[in-house]
């Protein structure tokens, strides 16, 4: 799993514009990915993708023998929760309605 988390330091007014920006990037480069694995008789492979938009604790969390930075919340959650659901819905990419009613450009 790779996450990807946008304004977390800075918050910008673009955040939610380019997190499903980079879905979408992120998609078509596997899409042209499979092309060259199908072409070398290998097996496409299939990815979903979550988007949450809202708060979420960011930081060095762990022991003193190791120490991650990462996020955690409800937000995080649910982006996970999107993402496994792709699977079921038959579909590449799925936001919430947070991410949806906050996107400027479509």
Request: proline share 3%; aromatic share 4%; hydrophobic share 45%.
């Amino acid at each position: 799993m790779i996450m990807a988390v946008f304004g977390s330091v800075f918050p910008g007014e673009d955040d939610v514009d380019d997190a499903v920006a980079v879905a979408i990037k992120m998609i078509g480069a596997l899409e042209e990915l499979n092309v060259r694995r199908v072409a070398s008789n290998r097996a496409p492979i299939q990815i979903g993708v979550g988007v949450g938009t809202g708060r979420a604790v960011a930081g060095n969390i762990g022991s003193p023998r190791r120490v991650d930075y990462t996020v955690i919340g409800e937000k995080v959650n649910l982006a996970e929760r999107l993402e496994a659901a792709t699977k079921h819905y038959g579909v590449s990419i799925l936001i919430c309605d947070t991410t949806a009613s906050r996107l400027k450009r479509s």
